[in-house]
């Protein structure tokens, strides 16, 4: 099955710092990478995803690269905020047309983001 | 529902003691899945329903743990003869479902949080 492995496990910026968090994973056959936010006390919630077919995706202060070759993704954030400071975590799957779709999430991130 | 709704929000138990949690899914959303989020060890698969479809059970950690999705809908996780590493948020999502646009973002309830004494 699919393992995804996620560091650093936490880290911590300063304020107006970019964060970065990589990912690996192990099947190749996996083609959606989403990314999950998890503030305290809450369920994960989706941020930004990524498919197999394209590199880099951007949304703000928020980028995702990919290299199928290597099998590793990143998250980047820029000019961080203290609102930023979250759990994060990856994640791939597989996306068969009418079929079965396991989500494997790596250990997640712990990013404080200090004012 | 507007989101996806998990009860009881925190449950403490006795060791031996037999726990239920539920899960209420957004409405029309087919596929249903169950992860457990335990201190430094991510999140966890459990189980996961498709619809009509037999479910995938291949993450339930042992015979004592148990699943089951009533008219496509609310689903109960049971726990029977709870140990204390059993002690663990455990986190409800659902999506779209097989096949459908968004099948793959996973909205998730804000989990159920055991404590087993």
């Known amino acids: 099955g699919e393992n995804v492995e996620q560091h650093p496990s936490t880290l911590s910026v300063q304020e107006g710092d970019s964060a970065v968090i990589k990912c690996t994973y192990s099947?190749?056959?996996?083609?959606?990478f989403p990314w999950y936010k998890q503030e305290l006390g809450k369920g994960p919630q989706l941020i930004i995803d990524?498919?197999?077919?394209?590199g880099e995706k951007k949304d703000q202060r928020i980028a995702v690269t990919l290299n199928k070759t290597a099998k590793h993704f990143s998250l980047h954030i820029t000019e961080t905020q203290p609102e930023d400071s979250a759990v994060y975590f990856c994640?791939?799957?597989?996306?068969?047309?009418?079929?079965?779709?396991?989500?494997?999430f790596g250990i997640g991130t712990k990013l404080q983001v200090i004012p | 529902g507007a989101g996806v709704s998990q009860s009881p929000s925190n449950k403490v138990t006795e060791k031996g003691k037999d726990v239920e949690l539920r899960c209420d899914p957004i409405s029309g959303h087919t596929a249903l899945y169950w992860y457990r989020q335990s201190l430094g060890q991510g999140l966890e698969f459990l189980i996961y329903?498709?619809?009509?479809?037999?479910?995938?059970k291949s993450g339930l950690p042992s015979d004592r743990f148990s699943a089951e999705r009533t008219g496509g809908s609310v689903s109960t996780l049971t726990i029977q003869r709870t140990q204390q590493e059993d002690s663990a948020v455990y986190l409800c999502a659902s999506s779209t479902g097989t096949g459908a646009p968004g099948a793959n973002v996973l909205t998730f309830g804000a989990g159920s949080r055991l404590t087993v004494l």
């Open positions: 329903f498709q619809g009509n479809s037999a479910p995938d």
């Open positions: 099947d190749s056959a996996s083609n959606y």
């Open positions: 994640a791939a799957s597989r996306n068969p047309r009418g079929g079965y779709q396991k989500v494997t």
């Open positions: 990524i498919r197999s077919n394209v």
